[in-house]
């Protein structure tokens, strides 16, 4: 459609990592129907490391591409390396996003992030000094005025 | 990539050959100023006479109630920043218009509200439909305009324009009209209508972009929108487009010679498209009164799903149609016809367009349906909307 790179679509056409995960140890949900957008990320974490991840996504084409994306970035990685995603990493990786889709990258590297603090809380550790406080990315549902605009 | 199916003839329409021929002298041989006063002049005079003759055939007024505009949003615009400005003047600053109507109209209305007019902004049925007593009910002696448009560029709904101008002739109030989906598609008399304004926009039936008309009722005076030259009776300044004007009038009468035969045909494939996708498609649901619609129109909501990544896959079978969805736009909210209609949040973002036009053939209408049977089940599969809805 000429708005995303090769990248982005075979992501899109292709996505890696694709379910859910039965015995995931770690999972995280972020973003809302409401908004479009909702990405929940399966971790599966032996000792330090990632060993298996799997995503569900309701959104766009660049919602499916970017968690596809932040599932090989992460996947096989140490806990340390998957914290230190970057949603600036993911788009890059995908050579370029439009700026109206760079909420997309934002929410996977959340989707990321919530489900590295699930395995933390998990383990009874608190994630909020290891994984950050989480921000909510969710800045399209204002509601309109008596027109709707 | 198999060849491409067009299937947003709602978003604009190719150029047919008879109005591509129609036009092409225009651009090249013909280039006159029509308000030059030689014969390469009168002949652009003339050809910009004889469109406005079409016009007026088909929406069944006279032709000196034809002005041409630059497209649609500008003839909205006119008609009712035009009006507005007008009945200001005797201390009418009340307007009354429905809440999904199209952006031309809509964001003008706005627009004027910071002006200091009111706005009134009717809601809309579940089915799509405005209701003539709202309009009624809404109307009071300091109301300047009403607005509601021919028929919904996304759900295709025929308002009951007729019922809603018997009811602001008796008020005494003028009523105007964004018709840029219905003309060239269902019939259109600004008589019977009773409509002192209407819009119309030339790229939606066949015929180019960058022309519109608004037809205005003799004895309505809309303040000048563009001012400048003597142009179109000096109420819209600036050097015709006159391919352009050609080209509208040409696709206009041609829509309304053939609109039985369109219709029918359009109808055919549209009603099996919905009847098939809404048999095998689980959870999905046409939008918009089934009856009073478009011949073309067919919106349909795909629950768990988000429209742009129908879109994409559709793109890639060589398919066009639109979305509802918030990603379709440059904003994070989904439509605003499907929300005033009653539609969730999450539904109005799984929502497809696909609007047919005469060029559209059947076995098209058919590989649609497989490419969706296909593309549907795959991508609800990886839906963590759709695992909770089909539960």
């Known amino acids: ?6 990248k982005v679509m075979d992501h899109f056409a292709n996505p890696r ?5 039965p015995d995931a140890n770690g999972v995280g949900e972020v973003g809302n129907a409401k908004c479009g957008d909702i990405m929940r990320m399966y971790l599966k974490i032996e000792g330090n490391t990632i060993v298996d991840v799997k995503f569900m996504t309701f959104g766009c084409g660049a919602a499916i591409a970017t968690s596809s994306m932040a599932t090989e970035l992460i996947k096989g990685k140490t806990i340390d390396e998957a914290l230190q995603l970057t949603n600036k990493a993911v788009i890059e990786a995908l050579d370029g996003l439009p700026p109206v889709k760079v909420h997309c990258s934002v929410l996977a590297e959340q989707a990321v992030k919530a489900a590295l603090a699930d395995y933390y809380t998990r383990q009874g550790i608190d994630p909020e000094p290891i994984v950050g406080k989480l921000a909510e990315d969710c800045h399209g549902c204002e509601e309109g005025g008596s027109c709707g605009i | 990539m198999s060849e491409l199916i067009y299937l947003d003839n709602a978003a604009t329409t190719p150029v047919s050959d008879e109005v591509f021929d129609a036009m092409l002298p225009w651009l090249r041989d013909h280039y006159g100023n029509p308000s030059s006063h030689y014969s390469i002049g009168y002949d652009s005079k003339q050809a910009i006479d004889t469109a406005r003759a079409q016009v007026a055939a088909a929406l069944h007024c006279l032709p000196a109630e034809v002005y041409f505009t630059g497209c649609g949003t500008e003839s909205d615009n006119w008609a009712i920043k035009g009006a507005a400005l007008r009945m200001a003047d005797k201390g009418k600053k009340h307007l009354i218009t429905s809440a999904f109507e199209h952006h031309a109209v809509l964001h003008t209305m706005k627009a004027l509200e910071k002006l200091g007019f009111e706005v009134t902004c009717l809601p809309v049925s579940r089915a799509g439909l405005v209701d003539p007593a709202d309009v009624e009910a809404a109307i009071r002696p300091d109301t300047a305009l009403v607005s509601i448009m021919a028929a919904n560029n996304e759900i295709g709904t025929i308002q009951p324009i007729a019922e809603i101008g018997a009811i602001c002739r008796k008020k005494g109030v003028w009523l105007h009209t964004d018709a840029v989906q219905a003309a060239g598609n269902i019939p259109l008399d600004v008589q019977a209508m009773q409509v002192d304004m209407l819009s119309l926009s030339a790229h939606k039936f066949n015929g180019p972009k960058g022309c519109g ?9 809309p303040v000048n929108f563009m001012e400048g030259g003597g142009q179109e009776n000096r109420r819209r300044a600036g050097t015709e487009n006159i391919a352009g004007i050609v080209g509208l009038g040409r696709a206009l009468e041609i829509a309304v010679r053939d609109m039985d035969k369109r219709a029918a045909h359009e109808k055919q494939l549209r009603d099996y498209v919905v009847e098939r996708v809404l048999r095998n498609i689980p959870g999905t649901h046409l939008n918009g009164d089934a009856e009073k619609r478009l011949p073309g129109n067919a919106n349909i909501s795909f629950p768990g799903l988000e429209g742009e990544t129908i ?3 559709l793109d890639m079978h060589g ?7 918030a990603c379709n736009s440059d904003s994070l909210d989904p439509s605003h016809v499907l929300l005033s209609i009653g539609l969730a949040h999450e539904e109005a973002h799984g929502t497809m367009r696909f609007s047919f036009g005469p060029q559209n053939t059947m076995e098209e209408a058919e590989r649609l349906c497989d490419v969706l049977e296909e593309v549907i089940p795959r991508r609800r599969a990886m839906s963590p909307v759709w695992n909770t809805l089909k539960k």
Request: hydrophobic share 45%.
């Open chain 2, 213 to 221: 008309a608004l037809y205005i009722r003799r004895g309505v005076l």
């Open chain 1, 1 to 6: 459609m000429g708005m995303y790179s090769a």
């Open chain 2, 319 to 325: 398919i066009c149609a639109s979305t509802g969805s």
């Open chain 2, 311 to 313: 879109l994409l896959d």
């Open chain 1, 17 to 21: 990592n694709v379910g859910e995960l």
